[in-house]
Structures are given as C-alpha cells and as structure tokens.
C-alpha cells in the first residue's frame, strides 16, 4: 500500500517532539486508545479527536500504550483538561477471545495484526495508569467497552455479574454512545473553569454518586433500577433492570436511571439527541488524513486496509436485534449525511494514489435504512419499543428507498469511480419493499456476492432475535434471481447465521440443515453466538428467560452442543461429518443419514478423511505412548524422590531423638556391631562396590589387628576429623610400622603444635639437608623451648658460623661452664677478631687472677695512658704491689666493685673480654 501524506504536521501528535513542533508546552486533551492511530473518520478515536480540535482544543493521541507502567502517560506531560480513555472500536474481551472463549491468534486493529497489543478490560487499566502518573487528573471514558458496561452487566469470560465500569475504573465521567456533542459540552465547561465533579447534566454521560451523596428521589424523571446486589442475587430482577434499560433507549422519553452499587450508585443521564443532518456533514467534512500515523512505517492495519475506501453514510438502526448491541449504542435514530457530503469524501478518497477507481462500500450498520424515518415524528419520539421491523414492519416507518438510490446513482456518476460496492448487510424485508432498490443492487452495485443475514429459520428462534421469517427471506431470494436472470446476471446471496443463540437446540437447528440442503445453500461463514454486555440475547443466555416477556428460553452454555449446532450449519464439510452424524443419530433423526438425495450426510464417512483420520488415530496412539512412557518415568521419578524425602525426614528424626537423649543422658556407649550405634555409617555415607579394595589388596583376618587392640569407638576420629583422601599421602609414601615411634614415645594432640602453626612443607628443609635420625639429639639432649632463644632473637642462617668453623663438641665448654647471657659482654663491647690474641698466646684460666683481685674498670687505666707490652717489667722483675690502706680508698674500690657486680647481675657489660 502506497502511503498518501507523509507530511506529519497533517496528523495529530503521538510523540512530545511532534508536540513541540506546533509549539504546545502542554496538550488539552490527551486521548488513550487500544487502537493503532489510523486519522479515518471510521476509527472513533480519530473521528472524536478532530471534533475536539475543530473546537481549538490541543489534542494528543497516545495509541496502544504499554500497560505494564504509567510512564508511557508521561509522555505528554500532564494535560490541561484530562485524559479521554478507550479500549477502541471493538470490546477488548471480544478482540482478544472467540465463542469458545480461546485466544484469537491477531488483533484487526493493530500494526501488521499482531496481538496483545492491549490488555484484558483494556479501559480498567489505561484509567489505572493515567491515575498513576497524576494523582487527581480528570480522567473521562467512553468507547464500546464502557459504553456497553455503564450498568452492572454479565460478563461471558468469568461467567458473572459485574457491577458497572465506573466502580472499578474510577473515571470521573463516562460518556455512552458516539459521544460527539457531549464529549465538546463537557470539555467546555472544564475549559471555562468549571470542576468535573459539579458536570452532571450533560446528556449521554454517566457517573458515579458518592456514598456521602443524597440519592436523587423517584420522580417523572428519575427511575431505580434494581440496585446491582439485587441482580446478582435474583436472576428475574437482571432481566427487570435489562427491560427497563432498554425502555429508556429513546431520547426523547427516557428518564434519569439510578442504580445503587451498595452505598454508592451509578446515575445513567438520557442519551443524547441524535445528530442533525447539518451536523453529521461537518463531522464527516473535518481534515482527515484518511491514513495510518506515519510511526507505523510499513506496517499494515487490517482494519484499515478494509475500510480505506469505504464511505460512511448513515448512523443507528431501528432493526433491533436482539444478540445485536448497535441499537444500545447508536441508538436507533438513523442519522444521514447529505448527499453533497458523501460525493465529497468519495472525490477526496479519488485523489488518494492508492485508489483504484472503486469504492468498497457506501453504507452503515444497514445500507438499505438510509435517509428513513417515521412518517408521524411526534409518535416515534413517544415510543419505546426497540425494533420498527419486529414482528411486522411497523405501520408509521417510511420504507421509501428514494434517498438511497439517488446516493447510488450520485456516486456511480462521479467521474473517478468506476464501481461502488454496497458491502453493508441489506435488511430484505425493507428492500421488497422497494423491487427498485434491488434492482439498482443487482444491476449496478454487486461485485458477485451481497450480504443477507437470515440467521435462522426456525419461527420461535427469530421472533426471540427480533427477525422477520423466513417466507420473507425467501420471497426477496426469488426477487433477487429473477432481477439476476433478467439482466444477465450471475450473482449469489451469501446468508449469514449464528449457532448456540437463546431458543436454539440441536433439533431446530436440524431443520436448519435440512432447509439449507433443500434450497443448495453452502455458508461459507458461520458464526458462533457471542454473549457481549449489555444485550438482550446476553440476558437470555444468563438467565434463561427472555427480559422483555419472561418467557423460558433454551440456552446452549455446553460446549458440546455448541459444536454440534455450529457442524449442522456447514453439514457438507467432511471435517463435521462425525459431529453431525453424532447430532442426527442422538436427536432421533437417523432418516438423513445415506445416500438419498433428502439425506445430508452418507452413512460411511469419506474415504479422504478416513484416511485423515486413521493417520490421526495413528498419530494420536504414537503420541499417547510416548506419554504414557513420559509419565511412566515421571511416575518413577517421583516415587523416588518420595523415597528419599521420607528417607530424610526418618534420618531426621532419629538425629532429633539421638540428640535429645544424649542432651538428657550422655552419649550411649554402644558396642561397635550393634545396628543401631550411632557411630554407625547410614546407607547413604557407605563406599561403593567400585570405591572399595580389591580383595587381593585387603588385609587377611591374621594381619588385622585383633578387636582387643584396637581403639575403641569413642576414642576414633570421626569422619569430620580425618583427612580427605585427596590430601592424604599415598600408601608408597607414608613410614612403615617399623619406622614410626613406639604410640608411647610419640607426643600427644595437646603437646603438639597446632597445624595453623606448624611450618608448611615450602618452610621445611629438603629432605636431602635434613639431619638423619642417628645425628639428630635425643629428647633428653634437646633443649626444652623455654631455654631457646626467640625466633627475633637468633641469628640468621647467613650469620651463622659453618660447621666446618665451629669446636667440635668435645672441646666445646659445657652449658655449666658457659656464662650465663645476663654476664657475657654486648657484641658493641667485644673487640673484634683481629684485635684478639690468638688462642695460643693467651693466658689460660689458671694464669688469669681471680675475678676478686682484678682492676675494675674503674681503676684501671684508659688504653691510650696505659704502658705497652715493651714497656712493662718482665713479671719476674715486678715488685709486690701496695695494698690499700686509706679507709675511703677501700670503701669507693668496695662500691665500685658492688656496682660492677649488679650490672652482669642487670646484663650490663663490664667491657671484658669474652675469652670462652
């Protein structure tokens, strides 16, 4: 499809940039949508949104936002005036669900039809989220979805009542039907200052009455409903509220309805008048791009691509089908656009370079009610009965089609077309009325096929659907063939009908069959009885009795006979053929089961899908096995992991009862086999067949140590305390027997250090340096740790002296001869090794004075005042020296002498020599 503008200033802003571009700080009115952004007056948010502007409102579209949070209402900023919010064209449970209540695969009004572009209840959400991003913004919903759910309602997909949209959405206003004239009043007055909350008197809105609000009081104006607890009680009073809802349809006598929805209540306005001529021409005249928002690109729109060139020419229907919701929503005022309005949008649609010179449809919800209206107008506005055609057409209604076939004509004369199409359903008890009519359809305005919709043929069946009978179908298909053979034609009328509606069971539908056999009807359409809110069918089908007379009605609610009346309609597809053989012997009507030309099916199956269905079976029994051997192996699984569950919770247990009676007794001394000792290893903790020893390599009954000779179980290292197999050595590598200690020489866990600080192997020695056993100390020999130095103290093995340095032991001095270190001189003290005499020229112990007759350092001589050795008498030359004999003399050598003393008892040097 060739895209037509692509000047995006033609349409109304999706993004806050497209925004900015018209110079808005902010927009009016920001517009929620579940539907794609299509600017075509069909899609209604479109259609509103151009309203609105045309009345110098700033209008913003946020087109099927993401749900899952608010900041996608942000993207606007807060709007002046509110947010409008709707589900979009189409009910969002219907969108997204079939009559069998399964997903639909693809949404008609989404980018290329893809789903789940909208959620479920698609305006219970958008109002949510628009409540969470602004706290206290207006917020005003309206569309189908809340249109047909402004009153408590049967909701088909739970299969209960609900109370109105307005309880659980919290809006401030909903406004029903089309929504144009009271969507402009009430944006007006909130424009003009005027708070949402004092707006109640706009025609064809809603809203909700607080619980602290007087309710207004029964008068001519004003009626109650049945309040929604009611309903929900009492299945006869929802029928009552869904009567006296539809009693008030007309706008012209309708009164004010009130429903209380426990101490709050709904308060229903009359709906609004239905639009003039004049006023229909402006809405359809305003600036409409006719296209999809340039953001979706490529993408196709199915709806879109449907309607594109169709035209719109009419509003409402007086018809009033019962499993129809148009009446409820329209209204059944049918509302025109001019002739010169039409023929504009037809040569608007002519300049778009995608047409091809045919327009798809000129139309409404009916083609043939164009222009009609009651003959006496005062009489309509008076009455309250919901069809005009219903059981008869009724006397005071203008049947006149003159009006229509002078639009045909106008657009068929229009130079740029070449063919307009009538697509829309045509009501064929109105067009007998009029054979001129069905002759300008035959000759001018069918491209092969026109649509009827008959629905049934049963006569109880159609009267509940509000339907003329079926001789009135069959008159206008004999008016239809001959106009066909007069002019040359070959054009076929494609009857729609509905399975599982209210009155209808397998039997009538039977009959269904059997006329469509006899006439040689093939429907290629079928459609399955939905119940959507808000519907007279929907009320039958919940309560089974008809709202508008009370009288018992049959309703299909299995799925079995639902697929057994929806097989009846298409009887000649050999895909039904079980079912409907199924339905003809069950309902005693085995007389149309063969090969007589009144039969409808044979009575063997086709041979293409017994052969379907002998390779399904097939598939099926291939399938089945595999599932069955799916959940064989489940099944074991989980019997295994019951097994090992309840194993636990026994193990448990028994640790709970274990510890609670050595908490309370001790640990039991138990002998080492009994089973129940608790240093016994459970099942679980015991070595595998392949973690065992060989037999070979195990030990024979003589090798092993006798029971006498072993440790006791208490006394055994626990599993906890052993080293893992990982970190022990291997068996090559660990002392024999021979080569450990005796048990009674070897030190204690208590006298061993522990193994955060023993030396690690990277620490220790090589085994090559080490000292053997036989040049190691004995224990006895070995210094205790209380006589060696500390670690900081010792020498480094750099300063160390070698051994080849060192005295042999026997001319060491012993410990007992050796000063003790408070005694021995500093090594700042010594002198150094060259300055000593050698050992040979020194005095030996016996030539040395006794410590008590030397010098102290005191007294003697500093080393430079002192004689040398050259100097000094030969010692046999010395005289005797003079003692001491001035008393004060002796007494400061004693003190000097006892100070000397006390400093080696303090570890001070005296500044000798340490000869040893």
């Given at each position: 499809?060739?895209?037509?503008?692509?000047?995006?200033?033609?349409?109304?802003?999706?993004?806050?940039?497209?925004?900015?571009?018209?110079?808005?700080?902010?927009?009016?009115?920001?517009?929620?949508t579940g539907d794609a952004y299509v600017d075509h007056p069909s899609f209604a948010t479109a259609l509103l949104a151009r309203v609105l502007e045309a009345e110098g409102f700033r209008v913003a579209i946020l087109a099927q936002p993401d749900w899952q949070s608010c900041e996608a209402w942000k993207t606007f900023g807060c709007p002046k005036l509110g947010f409008c919010v709707s589900a979009g064209n189409m009910d969002s449970m219907i969108n997204h669900y079939t009559a069998s209540r399964k997903v639909r695969n693809d949404d008609?009004?989404?980018?290329?039809?893809?789903?789940?572009?909208?959620?479920?209840?698609?305006?219970?959400?958008?109002?949510?989220?628009?409540?969470?991003?602004?706290?206290?913004?207006?917020?005003?919903?309206?569309?189908?979805?809340?249109?047909?759910?402004?009153?408590a309602h049967y909701d088909f997909w739970s299969d209960k009542l609900k109370r109105s949209i307005l309880m659980d959405s919290k809006a401030d206003l909903l406004i029903y039907g089309m929504g144009e004239k009271p969507l402009v009043e009430v944006m007006k007055r909130l424009a003009a200052g005027e708070n949402i909350a004092e707006i109640r008197d706009v025609r064809g809105t809603a809203y909700r009455l607080k619980?602290?609000?007087?309710?207004?009081?029964?008068?001519?104006?004003?009626?109650?409903?049945?309040?929604?607890?009611?309903?929900?009680?009492?299945?006869?009073?929802?029928?009552?509220?869904t009567r006296l809802a539809y009693l008030h349809l007309n706008p012209y006598c309708a009164k004010r309805l009130v429903q209380e929805h426990l101490r709050e209540a709904i308060i229903l306005n009359p709906p609004t008048f239905p639009l003039t001529e004049q006023e229909m021409d402006a809405i359809y005249d305003l600036p409409f791009t006719r296209q999809p928002h340039p953001f979706y690109g490529e993408a196709k729109i199915p709806a879109f691509e449907m309607i594109q060139t169709s035209v719109t020419s009419l509003r409402g229907c007086f018809g009033g089908c019962a499993f129809c919701s148009i009446t409820a929503h329209q209204g059944k005022f049918i509302q025109s656009r001019s002739n010169d309005s039409v023929l504009r949008e037809v040569r608007k649609i002519a300049e778009q370079p995608y047409f091809t010179g045919i327009i798809s449809d000129i139309g409404g919800p009916t083609a043939n009610m164009y222009k009609l209206h009651g003959r006496d107008t005062e009489r309509c506005k008076t009455c309250r009965y919901t069809s005009c055609l219903s059981p008869n057409i009724c006397e005071n209604l203008e049947t006149d089609h003159s009006a229509v076939i002078a639009l045909m004509r106008a657009v068929r004369k229009t130079p740029e077309v070449k063919q307009a199409f009538i697509a829309s359903g045509v009501r064929t008890d109105l067009a007998q009325s009029s054979p001129e009519y069905v002759e300008e359809l035959v000759c001018h305005h069918i491209g092969g096929h026109l649509k009827t919709a008959p629905e049934h043929t049963e006569e109880n069946v159609l009267q509940l659907m509000r339907k003329p009978n079926i001789e009135n179908y069959d008159a206008f298909t004999e008016l239809f063939e001959t106009l066909n053979v007069k002019h040359g034609k070959e054009q076929y009328l494609v009857p729609y009908l509905i399975a599982g509606l209210p009155g209808s069971n397998v039997t009538s539908m039977i009959c269904v069959a059997e006329y469509l056999h006899k006439n040689k009807i093939r429907p290629q359409q079928v459609q399955d009885f939905i119940p959507g809110p808000f519907e007279l069918a929907t009320a039958m089908y919940y309560t089974g009795r008809?709202?508008?007379?009370?009288?018992?009605?049959?309703?299909?609610?299995?799925?079995?006979?639902?697929?057994l009346q929806h097989a009846l309609l298409q009887y000649y597809n050999p895909e039904n053929?079980?079912?409907?053989?199924?339905?003809?012997?069950?309902?005693?009507?085995?007389?149309?089961?063969?090969?007589?030309?009144?039969?409808?099916?044979?009575?063997?199956?086709?041979?293409?899908?017994?052969?379907?269905?002998?390779?399904?079976?097939?598939?099926?029994?291939?399938?089945?096995?595999?599932?069955?051997?799916?959940?064989?192996?489940?099944?074991?699984?989980?019997e295994q992991e019951i097994a090992e569950k309840k194993r636990k919770e026994r193990e448990k247990k028994r640790q709970e009862r274990q510890q609670a009676y050595e908490t309370e007794f001790g640990r039991p001394k138990r002998h080492p086999f009994n089973r129940n000792s608790t240093n016994r290893n459970e099942q679980g903790e015991r070595r595998s067949f392949d973690e065992r020893k060989p037999s070979g390599e195990r030990q024979s009954f003589d090798e092993r140590k006798s029971f006498g000779e072993r440790k006791p179980f208490g006394e055994r290292r626990s599993f906890d305390e052993r080293k893992p197999f990982g970190e022990r050595k291997p068996f090559g590598e660990r002392r024999s027997f021979d080569e450990r200690k005796p048990s009674g020489e070897r030190k204690s866990f208590s006298e061993g250090k522990p193994f955060g600080e023993r030396r690690s192997f990277d620490e220790r020695k090589p085994s090559d340096k080490r000292q053997s056993f036989g040049e190691r100390k004995s224990f006895g020999e070995r210094r205790s740790f209380d006589e060696r130095k500390p670690s900081g103290e010792r020498k480094s093995f750099g300063e160390r002296r070698s051994f080849d340095e060192r005295k042999p032991s026997g001319e060491r001095k012993s410990f007992g001869e050796r000063k003790s270190f408070g005694e021995r001189r500093s090594f700042d003290e010594r002198r150094s090794f060259d300055e000593r005499k050698p050992f040979g020229e020194?005095?030996?112990?016996?030539?040395?004075?006794?410590?008590?007759?030397?010098?102290?350092?005191?007294?003697?001589?500093?080393?430079?005042?002192?004689?040398?050795?050259?100097?000094?008498?030969?010692?046999?030359?010395?005289?005797?020296?003079?003692?001491?004999?001035?008393?004060?003399?002796?007494?400061?050598?004693?003190k000097h002498k006892n100070d000397n003393r006390n400093d080696n008892r303090h570890g001070k040097s005296d500044g000798r020599k340490n000869e040893n």
């Open positions: 499809m060739t895209r037509l503008n692509k000047d995006i200033s033609a349409f109304l802003p999706m993004t806050k940039d497209e925004m900015n571009a018209r110079g808005w700080d902010e927009p009016d009115i920001v517009f929620v008609a009004y989404s980018p290329n039809g893809k789903a789940g572009r909208r959620p479920d209840r698609a305006t219970l959400a958008y109002c949510q989220r628009a409540r969470e991003a602004y706290p206290g913004v207006t917020v005003i919903t309206g569309g189908v979805e809340a249109s047909l759910r402004r009153l619980a602290t609000e007087d309710l207004p009081e029964e008068d001519e104006t004003t009626l109650h409903l049945p309040s929604c607890e009611e309903v929900t009680d009492d299945p006869t009073l929802f029928n009552e509220m008809d709202p508008m007379n009370d009288h018992p009605v049959h309703v299909a609610k299995k799925m079995r006979e639902r697929r053929y079980h079912d409907v053989k199924m339905a003809l012997r069950d309902y005693g009507r085995k007389d149309l089961i063969g090969n007589e030309s009144h039969c409808l099916i044979p009575p063997y199956p086709p041979k293409e899908l017994a052969i379907k269905r002998n390779s399904r079976i097939k598939r099926l029994e291939k399938k089945t096995n595999l599932e069955k051997a799916e959940r064989t192996v489940r099944r074991l699984q989980f020194r005095r030996s112990f016996d030539e040395r004075k006794p410590s008590d007759k030397r010098q102290s350092f005191g007294e003697r001589k500093p080393f430079g005042e002192r004689r040398s050795f050259d100097e000094r008498k030969p010692s046999g030359e010395r005289g005797e020296r003079r003692h001491f004999e001035n008393t004060d003399r002796k007494n400061f050598v004693r």
